[in-house]
């Protein structure tokens, strides 16, 4: 049989994150389309506990408990999966854009000297290999791409798919594979929660961002408000984040995070083009302005000219009451 | 702290074009990387801390001088090219592969990488670079605190829940963050004494790579197609006062299924 696409799903706190369900789900499609057998691989404590959620998604389960201790947990997967890819030989490895999948994939890609199709919104099955979307130059242009060898590493934007549970869900095998490399040592000598930077924009389906025309921090209170009402994360400019005003955690465009979400109302906010670039391919885009000739008029669904402190409050208790 | 950065010299965001061959056009108006400028200040303090000398790293073609100018009018010391005709069409694993063999090359404590580039798009070559020389790899960092007389270095690691903090033995390569700080603007005396530093240009013979591996023969990712996305149909404009501009808001996202 023709070699297996695997997907390396993250875990957060013991739990597959969602980005990594969705990594199982497309990896399921793909090796349907494929004729070609699928496996998620997990890799971290717990990693057997939480098999049966990702096995759900159709995949069998590669479980790996690997305890990191102090080591950061990129390399210790990087290590593990390193080692099962040799043994097992899948053609086409699926990771996660998130910071530590990235890590991972870095990693990888030396270890095995294998390329990598990178910051892909989607992959279908193409006539004989996966076919990659990847939005480039901010949005302006979308390429597909293949790989041109018979296997190779496919590193996958949140939102490519919807995860979706599978008419039968996959085998759980557990595994302790010897790590597949011997890589320099870094230890976590501390590790630090922040209440602000537990958000995942990249993942929410709704986004109301604030800018500069917030005014302040307090500002971004109005903002919160709306987005807690639609059920979605908040967002940030790199204007409000240098200022303090709210944290990098939040932020979206060219040095911050990327995201497509279905909605997206920016406040205060101007459209510079390193902001556009991380949000421009949002499905809906709603913008309030007191400038009508704001640079984001040009790319937005609607425009909404005026204060935002007048529009957000009575657009949150007009979202409240529709809901109620 | 003998200090080297990897620099890569990206298309103006906003101005980036293809080539008939359905490469990225680089052939003019190249700007150093935004991530890499804030590891740039980041490493230009390091040394004005603790002495030592700032070296960039950059692969890429003639254009990317530009950029390099400006690191060196930044405060750079020097910098190294590498620039070849064969590197055209090189994807992040023949990056890797190269600038590895660059860094093999130098002497440093600290190389120093962004975190990723607003034209590559993979955030991958840090981490590959690091692995292929042996050397720890600190990423995502929000601050680097390097002890040149323990001779380690830590550094913030942004993570989901908040931040870790990591530890390892120089040398080290550490990929960085905006949240390094805004990077500075070149002095008039900087950009002057800029025009004296040395750009030394390597070439492949001289890293010992075999051309076929780099470059377009050798890249794992081939375009197929290449479109604009779906125009968008223009805003519709809303001035109406607060109340009725709400409703019609309501009314649009409700159209859409948005609420
Ligand atoms: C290398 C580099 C990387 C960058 N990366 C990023 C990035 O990742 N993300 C990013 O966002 N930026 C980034 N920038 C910065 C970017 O160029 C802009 O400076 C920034 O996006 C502007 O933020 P803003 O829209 O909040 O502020 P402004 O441009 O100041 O816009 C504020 C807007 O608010 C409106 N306004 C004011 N008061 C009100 C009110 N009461 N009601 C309604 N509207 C009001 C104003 O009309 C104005 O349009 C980067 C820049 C560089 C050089
Ligand atoms: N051609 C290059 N020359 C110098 N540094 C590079 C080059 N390509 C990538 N890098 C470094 O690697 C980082 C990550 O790049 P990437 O994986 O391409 O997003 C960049 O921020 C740079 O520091």
Redesign the interface.
Known sequence: MAGAIWAVCDM?DGLPTRHGRELATLTWALGRAASRPTASVLVGPGASAAADAIASHGPDVLAVDADPGER?I??VTAERVAALIRERQPAYVLLG???DG??T???L???L???????VSAVRW?DDGP??E????????????????DH?LI?VRPSAVAAEAAERPGGVERIDPAPG?D????????????AS??V?IEEAT?IVAGGRGVGGPEGFGVVRDLADA?GGAVGAT?AVV?SGWIG??H?IG???KSVKP??YVAAGISGA??HK?GMQ?S?????INKD?DAPI???????????LF??LP??TA??RA??A | MRIVVLLKAVPVVGTEKMTGGWLLDRSAGLESNGNDEYVLEAGLKLVEAHGGELVTLTMGPSPATEAIRKALAMGAARAVQVVDEALAGSDALATGRVLAAALQRMEFDLALAGADTSDGQGGVVGAAVATRLGLPYLSYAAAIEPDPAAGTVRVRRISPTGYDVLEARMPALVAGTQLLGEPRYPSLRGIMQARSKQIATWSLADLGIDPASVGTPATWSAVLTATPPAQRAGATIVRDAPEAAVERIVEFLAARRLI
């Open positions: 957060v950061p990129a390399a854009t998130s910071d990235r890590d994939a870095g990693i890609q030396a270890l000297e294998w390329g990598a199709l990178v910051n193409g076919v990659a990847v939005s480039v130059f901010g949005g302006r242009l979308v390429t597909e791409s293949r790989l041109t060898q190779g590193i490399a890589l320099a040592p870094v230890r976590v000598v501390d590790r630090v929660g922040e930077a537990a995942s709704v639609l790199r240098d990098y955690a932020q060219q040095t911050g279905q909605l083009i390193q670039v391919t499905g809906t885009i709603v913008a009508p008029a040009e790319f937005a669904d609607m425009m909404v000219v005026g204060d007048e529009i009575r657009l007009a979202v529709r809901r």
